[in-house]
């Protein structure tokens, strides 16, 4: 891990200034990528979509895009890597520490990077630490997704908490608690928003709670997974006990991650509550704004954020929504040798202004506008009444093309101006790293879990999730524990153990 550092502070400096030239003749370039908007149009579009068409003018890149609903990438993932004949030649890992990710690496499915990313300006100017969060036996093998780690939190409908009583925005994890039950028991609405994305609601709910995140470290120094720590059964019991309470969809488990905003984005809505990213928060009271005529001045939002609570210990926990990055861009052995350097060449530019524009923004004038001061708008100044008409693009673009987006060098792209809970959801990020704990066996390598690590931590989670809906008892539920320990479990701790062990 220290050679990557070294490598990159060295070799950065050495070639900043060197200009790489993105493409010297047309180039294809098959690529596979999440979407959050799989029923677009656009997406479906090959000729005469004014994004992907900016980027061949700039580039001289044509992109083949397979898009893969967000919810099945995970699936589509495994299923891909296993058909070599058949791989894209760029394509997003979801999780750059998942098992198949390091399994792949490992058997030769990508690039070995770890040499090359010095050589290009703006992949060289990533963070040294990210790029061995994400790295696999001390090499790198993808472009990781900046993603700020502290963007995990709460967001709700402040008038429904009011009318269950609540004007005051809680300040400990047990004053949450009594809100949410107050808000369940008027029985108008259902009161958090979740779908078949079940890792951040239990994550959030548990680690708030004191949990620890995937693992933890007892006093004598022994791993212990987070499952086994009391704060989380405690989130537990709470889920479970907000959804008896009709607090939650008894349908929530077959929402797709793909149409979670329809519960919130509603007239009335149907839940107004999230565990999620912040930034989502922002986004919806900017929703209610242009749709529901929901007041813009300041401090008179109706969507509260919380990034932090106190649990019964005392402290602030937040859960890590990542690792400092969501995911990596890898690329594939379907490239060859020789076309490797104008891929790195063009995801370079991906990082760069003019790329990070495209990618994040679109095209302006079409897919997003530019206020007089310079700040990034998704409709024109005075249309706001039009705005339904440009959501074709411009939603389109924010949620699926980003996903090739790594900002590796910085957010170089036009911004929407900071202001009420943009500012709030900015300032949060920037003050409450310090409440973000970690995986401690993040860095710790384990051949079991490697192996089969995610299918055991699926099973667990479908446990806890038929546990919440009232489907299984404790016992049941802890019998699912035991399964765990007994198909490899016990073998991971003492695999994490080892390794833990050998760095003291």
């Known amino acids: 891990m220290k050679k990557i550092v070294s490598l990159f502070m060295c070799l950065a400096m050495l070639l900043s200034l060197v200009s790489i030239a993105v493409a010297e003749e047309d180039?294809?370039?098959?690529?596979m990528l999440p979407d959050f908007y799989s029923d677009a149009e656009w997406l479906t579009l090959?000729?005469?979509n004014p994004v992907l068409q900016a980027i061949y003018d700039a580039t001289g890149v044509k992109l083949d895009i397979t898009w893969v609903a967000n919810s099945e990438y995970g699936t589509i993932t495994t299923l891909t890597i296993g058909d070599p004949a058949n791989m894209p030649e760029v394509m997003v890992m979801q999780g750059p520490r998942d098992p198949i990710t390091i399994s792949s690496a490992r058997d030769g499915a990508f690039w070995d990077l770890?040499?090359?990313?010095?050589?290009?300006?703006?992949?060289?100017?990533?963070s040294a630490a990210t790029y061995n969060n994400t790295a696999i036996d001390g090499r790198i093998y993808g472009i990781y997704r900046v993603r700020p780690n502290a963007r995990a939190g709460i967001y709700y409908r402040n008038d429904y908490a009011a009318k269950a009583g609540y004007d005051k925005v809680p300040e400990t994890v047990q004053e949450f608690k009594d809100m949410c039950m107050a808000?369940?028991?008027?029985g108008e609405v259902?009161?958090?928003?979740?779908?078949?994305?079940?890792?951040?609601?239990?994550?959030i709910m548990t680690v708030i709670s004191g949990a620890p995140y995937q693992y933890g470290i007892d006093a004598e120094g022994k791993i212990y997974p987070a499952f086994e720590d009391p704060h989380f059964q405690e989130g537990l019991d709470f889920l479970r006990d907000l959804y008896a309470a009709g607090g939650i969809d008894p349908n929530f488990m077959t929402?797709?991650?793909?149409?979670?905003?329809d519960a919130e984005r509603s007239d009335?809505?149907?839940?107004?509550?999230?565990?999620?990213?912040?930034?989502?928060?922002?986004?919806?009271?900017?929703?209610?704004?242009?749709?529901?005529?929901?007041s813009t001045v300041p401090g008179e939002e109706i969507v509260t954020l919380i990034s932090t609570l106190v649990n019964d210990e005392g402290n602030i926990q937040i859960w890590p929504q990542n690792i400092g990055c969501s995911g990596e861009v890898v690329i594939t052995k379907t490239v060859s040798e020789e076309k490797l350097p104008k891929v790195l060449a063009f995801l370079d530019w991906c990082n760069s202004a003019e790329g990070q524009t495209l990618i994040n923004c679109g095209v302006e004038g079409v897919t997003y506008w530019l206020d007089s001061n310079g700040y990034l708008l998704t409709y024109p100044e005075g249309e706001a009444e039009n705005s339904a008409k440009y959501a074709a693009y411009t939603n389109t673009v924010q949620h699926s093309l980003n996903q090739l987006g790594m900002n590796v060098n910085g957010s170089l792209a036009p911004?929407?101006?900071?202001?009420?809970?943009?500012?709030?959801?900015n300032d949060y990020l920037n003050n409450n790293i310090k409440y973000v704990i970690a995986n401690p066996c993040l860095s710790l390598e384990s051949e079991t879990y490697t192996l089969m690590g995610a299918t055991l931590d699926k099973d667990v989670e479908a446990a806890q999730v038929q546990y919440i809906a009232g489907k299984k008892t404790l016992e049941e539920l802890k019998a699912a524990y035991q399964e765990w320990y007994d198909m490899g479990g016990t073998q991971i701790l003492e695999e994490y153990q080892a390794a833990y062990d050998a760095t003291k």
């Open 27 to 31: 180039m294809t370039l098959k690529v």
């Open 46 to 48: 090959e000729e005469g």
């Open 114 to 126: 770890t040499d090359l990313i010095p050589q290009y300006p703006n992949l060289a100017a990533g």
């Open 183 to 186: 808000i369940a028991a008027l």
């Open 190 to 203: 259902y009161v958090i928003n979740w779908c078949d994305y079940y890792a951040g609601t239990i994550g």
């Open 255 to 261: 929402i797709a991650s793909g149409n979670w905003n």
């Open 268 to 294: 009335p809505p149907k839940a107004i509550m999230r565990l999620d990213c912040l930034d989502n928060g922002y986004r919806y009271q900017e929703w209610l704004q242009e749709n529901m005529g929901a």
């Open 415 to 425: 911004a929407a101006e900071l202001k009420s809970l943009r500012k709030v959801y």
